[in-house]
């Protein structure tokens, strides 16, 4: 498509400023300055528009950036902006920040930047950004943020009162236990995470302790709404899974792929005796434990607890071993919790029939 097209697209729209088009999917266009300042021209003064996807368009840059900070009032009603693998860089992400924070509306937008170059040079303004109160949804997965860009944004300073951001993925950062520390600083003393309902931070190596610390802060938090955490292969180990599974702050916890082994779903199960009092989601797959060990979850999860009114609907087990014990077991599970429902890998001797 590219600019041309683009441009073809955008520019008998121009006069009706976008007219009542709410949603926009330009991604992987090959759009460069030419197509942004076209989309620039139709739709910035539109009050329809709602979604403007442009996520895979590398050519957009820093450069082009400069273009949304044309005059105030601009995408007063967007609600999701994508520019997610966009080659947006350090600079890029100030330009950006400028332009967003020039909105006068009360609409709070969903702001996905996704594998863009940003560092933690960018997390100045991304702080500016956040405590604008301007986001619903902040994802910069895959961003470099690191260590150092968790400790710009955790400056308790400028975000003490911040509220209204539900949404934060910071998966694929390179966070590690002191990016974890700055994080549970950042929760633990300001409000910005208060209005948190989906914490992403998968594939960054925490560690136990880098996992603790953030547990921790959330354990603190009073008042908050239970939220969806993903730790998948964190290295959270076992002592982190069990501060994880023992939080009374999460409704939706992601243990994916962090080599639990036999010995984690033996000390896991201890804590899973008649199902959980605040979970509702758990995810265990891809663990490599034995199937023993996967039949003792299941067997604490049918225990007879008066002490516990369990609040659990899925268990995932799958990518862990398994065998015919196993499915007499779930089968004996679904007759006493009909609730639950139990996701796990099927033994050889059914996939052959």
Do not use: W
Not at 279 to 301: F, Q, R
Not at 324 to 348: H, T
Request: with cysteine; glycine share 10%.
């Amino acid at each position: 498509m590219g600019d041309v097209g683009v441009i073809a697209f955008c520019t008998p729209l121009e006069a009706c400023h976008g007219g009542k088009i709410q949603s926009i999917d330009l991604e992987y266009k090959n759009i460069g300055s030419k197509g942004i300042e076209a989309i620039g021209r139709a739709f910035r003064s539109s009050m329809s528009l709602i979604e403007l996807r442009l996520s895979r368009n590398p050519s957009i840059g820093d450069n082009c950036i400069v273009s949304f900070n044309q005059g105030e009032d601009m995408f007063q009603s967007l609600k999701l902006l994508d520019l997610s693998a966009c080659s947006i860089g350090s600079i890029g992400m100030e330009k950006l920040t400028e332009a967003l924070l020039q909105r006068t509306t009360h609409s709070r937008m969903s702001l996905k930047l996704d594998e863009n170059l940003l560092g933690a040079a960018s997390c100045n303004s991304l702080r500016r950004l956040i405590s604008s109160s301007q986001l619903s949804s902040l994802s910069i997965k895959g961003c470099s943020i690191g260590d150092d860009g968790l400790q710009i944004l955790k400056s308790p300073i400028h975000m003490k009162h911040c509220r209204g951001l539900n949404t934060l993925n910071l998966g694929d950062n390179g966070i590690g236990p002191m990016g974890a520390q700055y994080l549970a600083k950042l929760l633990a003393e300001t409000d910005l995470m208060m209005d948190i309902n989906d914490l992403d931070l998968s594939r960054n190596p925490l560690g136990s302790d880098g996992v603790t610390f953030i547990i921790s802060a959330l354990q603190q938090s009073t008042g908050r709404e239970p939220l969806r955490l993903d730790l998948t292969s964190t290295g959270c180990g076992i002592e982190g899974a069990l501060s994880a599974l023992n939080c009374r702050n999460i409704r939706s916890l992601i243990l994916f792929n962090n080599a639990l082994g036999s010995d984690g779903f033996t000390a896991l199960a201890s804590m899973l005796k008649g199902g959980h009092p605040e979970l509702e989601y758990l995810d265990l797959g891809g663990n490599m434990a034995e199937a023993d060990a996967v039949n003792n979850i299941l067997i604490a999860l049918g225990h007879k607890n008066s002490t516990v009114v369990s609040t659990l609907k899925t268990i995932i087990l799958g990518g862990n071993a398994t065998n015919e014990a196993i499915e007499k077991k779930v089968n004996e599970l679904i007759l006493i919790r009909p609730e639950l429902d139990v996701a796990f890998d099927l033994s050889d001797r059914v996939r052959d029939d």
